[in-house]
């Protein structure tokens, strides 16, 4: 009895979650799309470690490293962009865009260093 | 009309303030400059104590050899028969910042030689300090402020002795690194501007480069964003503060080669990474809620709760296993001792012994910071009328600074900058409910809504009641006009009106308390001049006393170190306490054993066993080493307090914790540590006071000790492995070389004598070096 009202509630939940975000803009979600991407490819290099071993461990911090660092920018992009942000409203989004490319030159130029 | 006249007169009260406050600001980097200048001028333009020495040497190298040998530099000067990897256990941000300096100034053709820019490096970094001190208190609490504080800062004692013209250490730049990587995390959570947080991200790096206290602000930050997010002041601006700055930060960290991989493996960087999970959990969670409906919202808690709490859970049991597999926790020794107080003196005698990393008296509270000692809880009182982010994080920082400086000395130096903004919020908000008063009263009452109006809310009475001891600087007459002014321009936008109190006290009570704050500053400045003159000028490499017919100076250190370095082959070795290590490579260029790095306990226990020893045992350790020359400091002819006689039980500690047979106990007589006649035989017999007292007796007599007030026991005795080769003129530093053995053994009487030694030796297997 409980079970099944848990379930449902599951099920109302994912649906509700579906479709809110649904409704949520198309440049929003292109975003999100490079964030999924970001830390897929963060977790395979994780499991790769995992079964290889993690003996050039710069290379190893490196990769994992930029491939979080450009989720985090990349969240961070979409708060500024996000039209829902009252605290962001006057900030032109072309500068948020030139903010995020300026992050990740320094952040890619680090690894690119790091990397040996 | 009268619109565009008052918007015209606001503009040009507004370029007034601006061209006011950026004179005081250069004033105020001028007086941080030049109340530095006071050990150059009384002495010479000479680098200080020890720790410059080693600094100077590697600028020296790094400006002759370029950046990739240095970068790649094994000094084989050191540490001898180890050597040490300079370019990987350095901190490189001091030097990279001098020879920068140096090479900027030689190429627009002043050609500063590389002493001189290490000497004035600091006071020109305290001056940028200062500057970002302006900036950080500005985002804090506004400009005026700023300017209290910075004007505070450019003076305050505890961070003059450690920049003082001539101390070229790492904190002459971390300092400065410090506050600007605050200011720039304030300025990125205060906008939530990207750039800022890459900004923010390399002034850390440089910090990183700069000194090992960096720890203190990737611990600091994250304990501020968790107090953000546990007092409900989450917003998108403190993820975009936070989060790149982990990532960029701690890769940033990774690359400076003494941080290496310590950035990703070591305790002092795990809160960065716990609280970076945390943050992100928050986001998700702002974020569902803000697209569910919060019935939707209150099954989507339920869920999460149940099954992340298992996960959670597993997590946290395999983070702790590791974490306690090792011994220390993953901390390091450093860390750790300042997290236990204790535990320095129990495990690793070399930290405890280091007179700096003592915990601090009462009285030197007051000396370094002051005023600013009771001036802070106005402060703090102040930052919360109203809390904003920024003020919330001020107060955190002078709180753990002040816990911190109370476990070490030299911590003292992280809380003056803490106290100073502290200090310069309280004085801001004091100066501002007096000269609002007295505008008040004297402009009347017809103007009175437009600038009440913009009244902020405070507690007067508390601030004034504490307001006893102030301090002020002579700008403030002219301040005072460009605050009334800023403040009326300022004011609406920075202050939230919560109450509409009018907050005004009578005119002679104004009056007279802004005589008296700035009575208050004046004392502030006398004792900061003073003690910037009279205590932290010191070089301590030249010592000078005043007597009756006049000024002596003692320059016996310098004096020892170039007979070092002119009556000795390059490749000789020099012995001695590890305190002199810097300056015997730097200035006499020869080899040394140990030196301050103190990176080797082993080594440094074995220096300090063959200072305890007997002649003969002490002889044989340092022919093991290849030892030449052996040098001790002693002060008991001119009363130098700090020779080595005085530190000599340190070397009993430190070498009986690695080789049990020195015992302290041997070396005391009822547990009092004497060389007269009462001393132990042990004592007597070791080569610490055969090097400094022998021939003592001869310069009066009776071989008086001035440093430890009594006359020697043992007055007349011979050196069979050591003969002394120099003494500088006050006897304060001896250098002895070792003899080399007997070609053969004469006689019957000495084989006996050492086949008698052989058996006794082989039945006390516990010493190793015999």
Redesign the interface.
């Known amino acids: 009895m409980g079970k099944s009202a848990t379930t449902r509630?599951?099920h109302?939940?994912f649906h509700?979650?579906r479709s809110?975000?649904a409704?949520?803009a198309n440049h929003l979600k292109i975003i999100d799309l490079y964030i999924f991407f970001a830390i897929a490819t963060a977790l395979i290099q994780v499991a790769y470690m995992a079964i290889v071993g993690s003996f050039p461990?710069?290379s190893f911090?490196?990769g994992v490293?930029s491939c979080?660092?450009t989720a985090?920018?990349a969240?961070?992009?979409r708060?500024?962009v996000n039209k829902?942000?009252k605290?962001?409203k006057d900030?032109p989004p072309e500068r948020?865009f030139a903010?995020?490319v300026?992050?990740n030159l320094?952040?890619h130029l680090?690894?690119m260093?790091?990397l040996g | 009309m009268a619109a565009q006249e008052t918007s015209q007169s606001a503009i040009f009260r507004h370029a007034f303030g601006n061209v006011l406050s950026f004179t005081v600001l250069l004033l105020i980097g001028v007086m941080a400059f030049s109340i530095r200048l006071f050990s150059v001028i009384k002495y010479e333009s000479v680098i200080h104590e020890f720790d410059p020495y080693f600094n100077y040497r590697v600028t020296q190298f790094l400006t002759k050899s370029g950046v990739y040998d240095f970068w790649n530099w094994f000094d084989d000067r050191t540490w001898y028969p180890l050597g040490r990897v300079i370019g990987g256990t350095v901190y490189p941000g001091l030097t990279l910042t001098a020879g920068t300096l140096w090479r900027i100034l030689n190429s627009i053709n002043i050609p500063l030689s590389v002493e001189t820019v290490c000497v004035f490096t600091a006071p020109v970094f305290s001056a940028f300090a200062s500057w970002a001190t302006y900036l950080l208190t500005k985002e804090i609490k506004g400009a005026g402020a700023g300017l209290t504080a910075a004007a505070l800062l450019a003076m305050v004692p505890s961070y003059i002795s450690r920049s003082v013209a001539g101390s070229y250490d790492n904190e002459a730049v971390a300092i400065f690194a410090l506050i600007f990587t605050f200011y720039l995390y304030i300025k990125t959570l205060n906008t939530?501007?990207?750039?800022y947080?890459?900004l923010n991200?390399?002034a850390y790096f440089y910090m990183v480069c700069s000194w090992g206290g960096y720890t203190f602000i990737i611990n600091l930050i994250p304990m501020h964003v968790l107090l953000c997010i546990v007092t409900g002041r989450y917003?998108?601006?403190l993820?975009?503060a936070y989060?790149?700055l982990v990532?960029?930060g701690?890769?940033?960290a990774?690359?400076v080669p003494v941080v290496g991989?310590n950035a990703?493996m070591t305790s002092e960087h795990f809160a960065s990474f716990l609280v970076f999970i945390i943050i992100h959990v928050v986001?998700l969670v702002y974020y569902?809620k803000?697209?569910?409906?919060p019935q939707?919202f209150k099954?989507?808690v339920t869920?999460v709760v149940s099954v992340g709490m298992v996960l959670c859970f597993a997590v946290l049991a395999v983070l702790i296993a590791l974490v306690a597999s090792s011994p220390t926790k993953g901390w390091s020794g450093r860390s750790l001792s300042l997290l236990d107080p204790t535990y320095a003196s129990k495990y690793i005698p070399i930290i405890a012994s280091v007179s700096e990393h003592q915990p601090p008296t009462w009285p030197s509270y007051f000396m370094d910071i002051n005023v600013l000692a009771f001036l802070v809880p106005a402060g703090i009182i102040a930052c919360f009328l109203p809390l904003s982010d920024a003020s919330s994080f001020a107060v955190l920082y002078i709180v753990t600074s002040v816990y911190f400086s109370g476990v070490m000395v030299r911590l003292m130096l992280v809380l003056a900058p803490a106290a100073c903004i502290m200090s310069g919020i309280a004085l801001s908000e004091a100066f501002d409910v007096f000269t609002r008063s007295i505008k008040f009263h004297l402009v009347g009452t017809t103007q009175n809504p437009q600038e009440n109006a913009g009244d902020a809310t405070k507690v007067t009475q508390n601030d004034v009641k504490s307001e006893k001891s102030e301090d002020t600087v002579k700008e403030r007459s002219s301040r005072k006009s460009k605050k009334k002014d800023k403040e009326n321009i300022e004011k609406p936008s920075l202050v939230s009106r919560v109450e509409k109190r009018l907050l005004v006290l009578p005119l002679e009570t104004s009056v007279m308390a802004v005589f008296l704050v700035v009575l208050l500053g004046a004392f502030y400045v006398v004792h900061c001049v003073w003690a910037a003159a009279e205590a932290y000028s010191a070089p301590s490499i030249v010592l000078t006393s005043r007597s009756h017919d006049g000024l002596h100076v003692f320059d016996d250190f310098r004096e020892a170190y170039a007979w070092l370095s002119h009556n000795t082959e390059v490749d000789d070795k020099v012995a001695s306490w590890w305190d002199y290590g810097y300056q015997t490579t730097a200035m006499a260029n020869r080899t040394v054993i140990v030196d301050n790095n103190t990176w080797n306990n082993t080594h440094i226990a074995t220096v300090g066993t063959a200072l305890s020893s007997p002649e003969k045992a002490a002889w044989d350790i340092f022919n093991s080493l290849d030892v030449k020359y052996v040098l001790v400091v002693f002060g008991g002819l001119v009363g130098y307090p700090s020779d080595d006689i005085n530190k000599f039980l340190w070397m009993v500690r430190i070498g009986g914790g690695v080789f049990p047979h020195i015992k302290e106990p041997d070396y005391l007589r009822d547990g009092q540590y004497r060389i007269d006649s009462q001393a132990t035989p042990t004592m007597l017999n070791c080569l610490m006071y055969k090097l400094s007292y022998y021939r003592f007796v001869e310069t009066d007599g009776r071989g008086y000790d001035k440093v430890r007030n009594t006359e020697i026991g043992k007055k007349h005795f011979k050196l069979n492995h050591f003969e002394e080769v120099f003494t500088t003129h006050h006897w304060m530093v001896r250098i002895y070389k070792l003899k080399s053995p007997r070609n053969r053994i004469r006689g019957k009487t000495k084989r006996s004598k050492s086949k008698s030694g052989t058996s006794k030796r082989s039945t006390r297997k516990k010493n190793p070096w015999q």
Do not use: H, K, W
Request: net charge negative; proline share 3%; glycine share 4%.
């Open positions: 509630d599951v109302a939940l509700s979650l809110a975000y409704a949520t461990f710069n911090l490196s490293l979080v660092g985090v920018l969240v961070s992009l708060i500024q829902d942000n605290e962001f900030l948020a903010d995020f300026l992050c320094v952040l680090v690894i260093n790091f | 939530g501007s990207l750039f947080a890459t991200a390399i917003s998108p601006r993820y975009i989060a790149p990532v960029l701690t890769l940033l990774a690359l991989f990703v986001a569902i803000g697209i569910l409906t939707m099954v989507a869920l």
